[in-house]
């Protein structure tokens, strides 16, 4: 089915409906056992709060926007629009991305290959407003019309005039929330056109000009993590009372006491995790001490606001506070004194701390930062842990998380990995850089406040979901343990509300897990499985195996 059509200029009209309809008869099929399903993806707004907020693009609202109350607060925050839009072209403003944006601005031919690398537009049965390039050109031909000097009169002749009132800035605010920023279609295009930073760009702009944020990424992100020191709310003394639960975890889990290092000087490596590991995962960091320790390397964890907490929101929205961030971090590391910066299982940490922060730090802040996987790649080749495959025997999948892979170019280090410590190891198609996004991209994973639920579950991680049942179609049935190894904390926070949303725990028994839980769950001197999905039965088994 193809979605609905509409002129460009439509997102200006406001006639009290949204742009588009999400007719569950529209959506991508997936494979079995979910080939039969037609779930519907539902706005969440009722009664006063539909009336108080904005939801004309498709009916759903990322940032809770709220409607003007007066033709003159409306006719005020058109123009915040507009000078914060003069910023973005302005070099002064915005030396950071100006070139490329100008490029994506000037050079498009509008050839829409981009269109089929975008998982979100095939899911949603190729709605017209997912069209990676559909914001990017309302954006041109407002650009064009109000900043570059364009000849309005030609531009109505051509059609592609558009007239610049609330009804469209708000549309295109949640436009900016409806892509994950994977870049999948910048990746395609023969161009090098780059859609995603378009989204980026405009988030930016609603952001730092007009205070319109999603909650999670702004509010209860960035601002709460500089100043609690994380974006869970986790406060210094929480963290340390952690970390001492994770040490009598890990000694009652495997019989091994580990000891895990805080604010040591001088150390080779301060590792740094997503926070969301502590609360969500702490086999996850439990995981990494073992290793670490094993491995004889000379690392640490801070204990200072700033020091534990490897997220930075502001890469997917605002640039002033990504750069906020991203100097606790370094400030933390410099009065540590480490060798460098370890970037623990976190996608989006990788790409804001390893790409984009060497273009805000001074040269004194300049700290040298590597990813986990590397790191890890060099200690299971170094012989110093006794690794057996069989005990990861079972059917196992590697997701490749878009900031990790696509966007810092980190692609084989886990893959080696994986094939020395598992013996079904199968990847996904497409995967390394041709991946698809897990759909919790650029912040859905955590926006759980908003409606947005369906959204993200039902259209965003829908490629996601097809590609797990495809990759596992010969094992599908529940009698099978089946294991996404998705090395991201963002990517496991969405693969695991779509196995609760598409109930594929108890239909195929399929789990997640982290990199480093397999590779412990593969140490042939800790007695019972790491992983907790995996039966007591094929424990048993591994034990046998592992005593021949």
Not at 118 to 129: K, V, W
Request: hydrophobic share 35%; charged share 25%; proline share 5%.
């Amino acid at each position: 089915m193809t979605g609905n059509k509409f002129n460009l200029d439509d997102i200006s009209k406001n006639n009290g409906k949204p742009l588009v309809d999400l007719n569950s008869r529209r959506l991508m099929e997936l494979p079995y056992p979910l080939d039969k399903l037609r779930e519907e993806i539902t706005s969440g707004l009722k009664g006063e709060q539909e009336q108080k907020y904005e939801t004309s693009l498709d009916g759903l609202t990322a940032s809770y926007i709220p409607r003007p109350q007066s033709r003159m607060e409306e006719e005020a925050l058109v123009q915040k629009f507009l000078d914060g839009l003069k910023k973005l072209f302005s070099t002064q403003d915005n030396w950071t991305f100006i070139q490329p944006l100008t490029l994506t601005m000037d050079y498009c031919v509008k050839c829409q290959t981009c269109n089929n690398a975008c998982p979100i537009y095939e899911a949603s049965g190729r709605q017209e407003i997912y069209r990676p390039t559909w914001r990017s050109e309302v954006l041109r031909r407002i650009y064009r019309k109000y900043i570059s000097g364009g000849n309005g009169f030609l531009s109505r002749l051509k059609g592609d005039d558009i007239d610049l009132n609330w009804a469209t800035i708000a549309r295109l605010a949640e436009a900016a929330y409806r892509c994950t920023i994977c870049r999948r279609c910048a990746q395609t295009c023969p161009l090098g056109i780059d859609n995603g930073l378009v989204t980026h760009e405009l988030r930016k702009l609603f952001s730092q000009e007009m205070g319109i944020a999603p909650k999670e990424l702004h509010e209860k992100g960035t601002v709460l993590q500089l100043k609690i020191g994380s974006s869970t709310g986790m406060s210094p003394k929480a963290f340390t009372n952690t970390i001492e639960f994770i040490e009598d975890d890990i000694a009652e889990r495997t019989g091994i006491k580990v000891r895990i290092p805080l604010d040591r000087k001088g150390a080779d490596i301060l590792l740094i995790h997503n926070t969301g590991e502590y609360f969500s995962w702490p086999e996850n960091v439990a995981a990494f001490a073992i290793i670490f320790e094993k491995a004889g390397l000379k690392w640490t964890l801070s204990s200072e606001l700033g020091g534990y907490e490897a997220v930075n929101y502001g890469v997917w929205y605002d640039d002033i506070q990504l750069a906020k961030v991203a100097m606790s971090q370094a400030r933390v590391a410099k009065e540590l004194n480490v060798g460098k910066i370890v970037i623990g299982e976190c996608g989006h940490a990788h790409k804001a701390s390893i790409v984009i922060s060497d273009r805000v730090y001074p040269p004194d802040f300049k700290i040298p930062r590597e990813s986990c996987f590397p790191v890890l790649e060099k200690i299971v080749n170094s012989g110093v842990l006794k690794l057996d495959p069989v005990r990861n025997n079972f059917p196992i999948t590697l997701h490749d998380p878009c900031n990790t892979v696509r966007l810092a170019g980190i692609v084989a280090p886990q893959r080696r990995i994986m094939k020395q410590i598992t013996n079904q190891f199968r990847e996904m198609n497409p995967h390394g850089v041709n991946n698809y996004c897990c759909g919790g991209g650029s912040g859905f994973a955590i926006m759980t406040g908003t409606n947005m639920r369906d959204w993200k579950l039902g259209i965003s991680g829908r490629m996601k979901v097809k590609q797990v049942l495809d990759v596992f179609q010969d094992v599908i049935g529940p009698e099978t343990v089946k294991y996404i190894c998705a090395p991201c904390s963002n990517c496991k926070g969405q693969f695991r509300d779509l196995i609760n949303y598409y109930n594929l725990k108890e239909l195929c028994n399929i789990s997640y897990t982290g990199l480093v839980e397999l590779i412990v769950n593969a140490m042939s001197e800790i007695p019972r499985p790491f992983l907790e999905a995996v039966p007591a039965v094929e424990a048993q088994e591994v034990k046998e195996e592992t005593t021949r």
